[in-house]
C-alpha cells in the first residue's frame, strides 16, 4: 500500500490514502499489542517504511480511535 501511495500525484486523493494507511497500522498495531498506541507512533513508523516520503508527523488530524 505504501509503494502504491508513493507513485500518486499530490493531492486530496493521495492525502485520503495515506492516511486510510496510517489507520489501517494503527488497527494492525492494535490487534498485536493490546495496549494503547499515539497516533505520532503510526506516523513515526509510516514515515520509516516510507524511506522518509510519507510524512504525517507534524499532522494535526487525528488517526481512528480503537474502539
Not at 500525484?9 to 498506541?37: P, Q, R
Request: aromatic residues 8%; charged residues 30%.
Amino acid at each position: 500500500m505504501i509503494d502504491t501511495a508513493l507513485t500518486w500525484d499530490a493531492g486530496e486523493m493521495k492525502e485520503a490514502l495515506v492516511y486510510t494507511i496510517a489507520n489501517h497500522m494503527k488497527k494492525c498495531f492494535l490487534s498485536w499489542n493490546k495496549d494503547t498506541v499515539e497516533d505520532a507512533v503510526i506516523f513515526d513508523h509510516l514515515f520509516e517504511l516510507s524511506d522518509g516520503k510519507l510524512d504525517l508527523r507534524n499532522s494535526e488530524e487525528a488517526l481512528s480511535e480503537s474502539k
